[in-house]
C-alpha cells in the first residue's frame, strides 16, 4: 500500500492550500486516515483525522481554519487549509491505516507518504 501526497506549496499568511493524498496498491482496505505535519526543529504531531463514516478530530491550533475530507470510492483525503499562518509552515504527512485480514487474526498496518512541503510566509 502507498500513499502518494500532493498540493502543497508557499503561500502568504491568510492564504489557504488544499492538500490530496491518494492509497494505492494490493490488498487495500483503508480504515482512518489522516495528515500529520513536522515544523522544522520540531516533532512530528497530529493535524487532523477522519474515520470511515466521516466522523473527524482536529489539534486545536488549527479548529476552525482546516477541514479533513474523504472520498472512500477514491481512496482519498483530502485537507482543505484556510487562513494560513506561518507557524503552519512545516512538512505535511499523509498517514492511513490499512486493515489486512489473515489466518491469524486483523492485522492493522500503519502507512505514510512521503510528504508535501507548505510554507507560509508573513
Known amino acids: 500500500v502507498q500513499l502518494v501526497e500532493s498540493g502543497g506549496g508557499s503561500v502568504q499568511s491568510g492564504g489557504s492550500l488544499r492538500l490530496s493524498c491518494v492509497a494505492s496498491?494490493?490488498?487495500?482496505?483503508?480504515?482512518?486516515m489522516g495528515w500529520y505535519r513536522q515544523a522544522p526543529g520540531k516533532q512530528r504531531e497530529f493535524v487532523a483525522g477522519?474515520?470511515?463514516?466521516?466522523?473527524?478530530n482536529y489539534v486545536d491550533a488549527v479548529k476552525g481554519r482546516f477541514t479533513i475530507s474523504r472520498d472512500n470510492a477514491k481512496n482519498t483525503v483530502f485537507l482543505q487549509m484556510n487562513s494560513l499562518k506561518p507557524d503552519d509552515t512545516a512538512v505535511y504527512y499523509c498517514n492511513a491505516e490499512n486493515v489486512v485480514h489473515t489466518i491469524e487474526g486483523t492485522k492493522y498496518i500503519e502507512v505514510w507518504g512521503q510528504g508535501t512541503l507548505v510554507t507560509v510566509s508573513s
Open positions: 496498491g494490493a490488498g487495500l482496505n483503508i480504515n482512518a
Open positions: 477522519i474515520d470511515t463514516v466521516g466522523y473527524t
